[in-house]
């Protein structure tokens, strides 16, 4: 069965630093993998996706994720963080050789510091 | 387009009562999920729907627990009787699924719901 791992419950990172959020998956066949963002009180917003292609996958307000086959990951990561960019972080799943169905992480809080 | 529209936004009952969530997707979309999260569980996928078709419930914990879509514009997950084990934000999410898989999930603001 297609499953998806988030390591961290949480993440701390200065402002100005690089991020890195990891994400690992399990699936029978080729994977698409997504990241959604949750801010406090709201739902999820979608950030990017992975579906074939390049490795680095550029997505919205400056976030990016590489595919790894080989460590079956695909963290997600960003140059420089900010404070706004503190919130929950999930990472999902769907596996193109079964259903329709998308499987998330349990998510990783990111806190950035000022 | 208003987006995915759940209501209520918040729910506060006791046990024993029956408690109905609503979801209008995003129109034109052919998939609709019912999510559910916790602190403990994180976001779990309860059921989803493809063109108004219910395709997978085994996420729904308990018979307790019902989802309908009797139509492309509207979803209900009802649960009958309600316990306090069913305190969670239920999200509703609608996606256009196409054949190279290009597609992302459209979440609602979601329903935080209290059972006492």
């Known amino acids: 069965a297609q499953s998806v791992a988030q390591p961290e419950d949480q993440v701390n990172v200065a402002e100005g630093n690089p991020l890195t959020v990891k994400c690992t998956y399990s699936?029978?066949?080729?994977?698409?993998l997504f990241w959604y963002v949750q801010y406090p009180n709201r739902g999820l917003q979608f950030l990017l996706k992975?579906?074939?292609?390049?490795?680095l996958v550029k997505g919205s307000y400056g976030f990016e994720a590489e595919f790894n086959k080989s460590q079956t990951s695909f963290h997600l990561k960003k140059p420089s963080a900010l404070v706004s960019d503190s919130a929950l972080y999930f990472c999902a799943v769907r596996d193109i050789r079964r259903d329709d169905k998308i499987i998330f992480g349990k998510g990783t809080r990111l806190h950035i510091l000022p | 387009d208003a987006g995915v529209i759940q209501s209520p936004r918040h729910e506060v009952t006791e046990m024993g009562q029956e408690v109905t969530l609503r979801c209008k997707p995003i129109?034109?979309?052919?998939?609709l999920f019912w999510y559910r999260q916790t602190m403990m569980r994180g976001l779990e996928l309860l059921i989803y729907f493809n063109n108004n078709v219910p395709i997978d419930d085994s996420g729904m914990p308990e018979d307790r627990f019902s989802a309908k879509m009797p139509n492309a514009s509207f979803s209900t997950l009802k649960i009958q009787p309600s316990e306090p084990r069913d305190s969670a934000v239920y999200f509703c999410?609608?996606?256009?699924?196409?054949?190279?898989?290009?597609?992302?999930?459209?979440f609602g603001s979601g329903t935080q719901l209290s059972v006492l």
């Open positions: 999410a609608s996606s256009l699924i196409d054949m190279d898989g290009n597609e992302k999930l459209f």
């Open positions: 129109s034109g979309h052919n998939s």
């Open positions: 992975y579906i074939t292609g390049d490795n």
């Open positions: 699936v029978s066949g080729n994977p698409y």
